[in-house]
C-alpha cells in the first residue's frame, strides 16, 4: 500500500502565502509524477501542478506564476509553494501520485486525503 499525507493548509489573508507538503510513504518501488489538485466547494477537481521524477513541471494557467511545485525524491517528498493568493484559490488541495508498489506489476494512481487552504481577509 501508499500512503499520501498532506499537510500546510491552513487560512491566510489575500496577498499571503502558504507552503503544501505531501508525504508518500509505504511499500514503494517508484514514483514517476506527483500532482496537486484542487476541489472547491460545487465545483470538480482540477489539476494544479505537476512535477516528473526528472523535475520537468507545469502549472494550471490560473496559478502560473503563483505557484511553484517542487519534489525531494529521496523523501517522497512533493511541495506546493503559494503565493499572491486569491479567495478563488480556497479548496481542499490533494496530493495524487503516480507510483508502482514493490509488489505490484504496474504503477496505480494515489491520492491524499486533502488539505483546506482558505484565503480570506
Known amino acids: 500500500q501508499v500512503q499520501l499525507v498532506e499537510s500546510g493548509g491552513g487560512l491566510v489573508q489575500p496577498g499571503g502565502s502558504l507552503r503544501l507538503s505531501c508525504a508518500a510513504s509505504?511499500?514503494?518501488?517508484?514514483?514517476?509524477?506527483m500532482r496537486w489538485y484542487r476541489q472547491a466547494p460545487g465545483k470538480q477537481r482540477d489539476l494544479v501542478a505537476i512535477?516528473?521524477?526528472?523535475?520537468?513541471?507545469n502549472c494550471a494557467d490560473s496559478v502560473k506564476g503563483r505557484f511553484t511545485i517542487s519534489r525531494d525524491n529521496a523523501k517522497n517528498m512533493v511541495y506546493l509553494q503559494m503565493n499572491s493568493l486569491k479567495p478563488e484559490d480556497t479548496a481542499i488541495y490533494f496530493c495524487?501520485?503516480?507510483?508502482?508498489?514493490?509488489?505490484?506489476?504496474?504503477?496505480?494512481?494515489?491520492w491524499g486525503q486533502g488539505t483546506q487552504v482558505t484565503v480570506s481577509s
Open positions: 495524487n501520485a503516480h507510483a508502482r508498489e514493490t509488489t505490484a506489476w504496474a504503477p496505480n494512481d494515489y
Open positions: 512535477i516528473t521524477n526528472s523535475g520537468n513541471t
Open positions: 509505504g511499500s514503494l518501488f517508484s514514483i514517476y509524477v
